[in-house]
């Protein structure tokens, strides 16, 4: 507790104290490639870790032992009125909160019963009390030295701090060794060799082979794709995601509203190294999309999409919800833990000025927002992204007239089999469009109609890179 306490006074620990976007904590070191217990030498605490990790695992779970590593480490402030929204760390094994400073009444660490049918049954038999059949949730109180260690998956949320004095904790994500599993698989591969390592070689080849012959064109088409990917000489690195996609400071938004109803937002330059950026993602291959039989992609275009990870928070995810919350007064987090960049391009004559305009509303969010990036380089940007009204009833949103048009012709909506739209000039009319300009921010609301916008013969030579993620309230 001294040691961190002395820590936390030093300019070196006040570099990267960030408050969290979604929530009125101030974090430090909330990065991948820096740990507090390394930067604060706190070697005793990360021992006491790695045992009770050992306990946890081992002694009440009953699992064979295995080698652990800290995946990241970082210290979460809360000053009075400070609280923390339910959420997960995903993607890691073990979890857990060390309590340096915890006044009392700074607020529990609550944990809720994770199995929704049992919640619901107790609601609805109400019988919903603080015994261990019966409690909805666990409180744990933090106490100065306490550790509570828990499996990452866990929700859990932190109740407001209402000491008045601040609330200090170091959260630590663990997760198995990396270069064990690395070496397991090695391992693993060579006692798997001989006969059945030809015979899976034989049969990956063949598969591929068939593939070929019966695709025809495409097999050429995928070869002169990968060719034009990414800059000449490009090779596959590593990059973490924040430092690839690092903002600008002092962002200026510009509300630019289309047809005084459809209230768009554009924040220009807002990536630090868009030229960086274009070169990886345009250098790393994307998964096929929207690829049916029956279909136009791989004989007309390539439309494919590469998904990239994230882990919130952000910078650039912040900028977006920033400017949400500034713009439209309402509070956000990502729709999903991952990005998606939209990989377009021509193989054939284009047969359209846009693609098939849609809306981006899903069941699941009651309100969402569509964020968009372009990543070409200055040279490469053509046209930008379209908004439209159905003509049919005159709305810029779905409503009963074009569901009905849907069912009576399903080709009017994105079914993936054709990029263009059907029927063009009479269902659509494009009223208004932002321009695709390097490393510039689109956000609207997402169930206004859009596309990409293509008024030239462009994206012949190279890609189509656009990032998109969404943000739900």
Excluded at 242 to 263: A, C, G, R, S, T
């Amino acid at each position: 507790q001294a040691k961190v306490s002395a820590y936390l006074e030093t300019d070196l620990a006040r570099r990267d104290v960030l408050p969290s976007p979604e929530e009125s904590v101030t974090t430090t070191y909330y990065k991948p490639e820096q740990s507090i217990l390394a930067d604060a030498e706190l070697p005793e605490l990360e021992e006491v870790v790695f045992a009770a990790a050992s306990t946890f695992l081992e002694g009440r779970l009953g699992l064979p032992a295995r080698q652990l590593e800290i995946e990241r480490a970082w210290i979460n402030e809360f000053e009075p009125g400070a609280q923390e929204g339910q959420h997960t760390h995903d993607g890691s094994l073990l979890s857990c909160s060390y309590y340096v400073e915890a006044p009392d009444d700074c607020g529990c660490i609550v944990f809720p019963d994770p199995i929704g049918e049992r919640r619901g049954y107790r609601q609805f038999t109400r019988t919903v009390g603080s015994g261990l059949l019966t409690r909805p949730e666990i409180a744990v109180e933090p106490k100065p030295g306490r550790l509570v260690m828990f499996e990452s998956w866990f929700g859990h949320s932190v109740q407001c701090n209402k000491s008045g004095k601040r609330r200090v904790s170091i959260a630590i994500n663990l997760r198995e060794a990396q270069a064990q599993a690395r070496s397991s698989a090695v391992v693993a591969g060579a006692a798997g060799g001989g006969a059945d390592t030809d015979a899976a070689g034989t049969e990956a080849g063949g598969t591929k082979a068939a593939a070929a012959t019966e695709a025809g064109t495409e097999s050429s088409g995928i070869e002169a794709a990968a060719t034009v990917r990414g800059p000449a000489g490009a090779a596959g690195k590593p990059y973490l995601f924040n430092e690839l996609f690092d903002v600008e400071m002092n962002l200026h938004l510009n509300v630019k509203p289309i047809q005084k109803q459809i209230p768009t937002v554009v924040i220009d330059e807002v990536l630090k190294h868009p030229e960086r950026v274009r070169d990886v993602i345009g250098s790393m291959p994307a998964a096929n999309w929207k690829h049916e039989a029956g279909g136009r992609n791989f004989a007309d275009y390539y439309d494919c999409r590469l998904r990239v990870p994230i882990r919130f928070p952000t910078s650039l995810v912040s900028v977006a919800q920033k400017a949400i919350q500034q713009i439209y007064r309402l509070g956000t987090r990502p729709a999903d833990a991952s990005i998606d960049v939209n990989w377009f391009m021509q193989i054939k004559d284009k047969r359209g000025d846009f693609a098939v305009p849609h809306s981006d509303m899903t069941e699941r969010a009651q309100r969402s927002f569509t964020c968009i990036v372009y990543l070409n380089g200055r040279d490469e940007c053509s046209g930008g992204t379209a908004f439209f009204r159905f003509r049919k009833s005159g709305s810029l949103i779905i409503d009963e007239a074009y569901a009905n048009a849907v069912k009576a012709d399903s080709r009017i909506a994105e079914t993936g089999l054709d990029y263009w739209p059907e029927r063009a000039d009479e269902l659509w009319e494009r009223v208004g469009t932002v321009d695709m300009v390097p490393g510039r921010m689109l956000i609207f609301p997402s169930e206004f109609f859009h596309a990409a916008w293509h008024p030239k013969d462009s994206f012949f030579e190279f890609p189509r890179l656009t990032l998109a993620f969404w943000m739900v309230c």
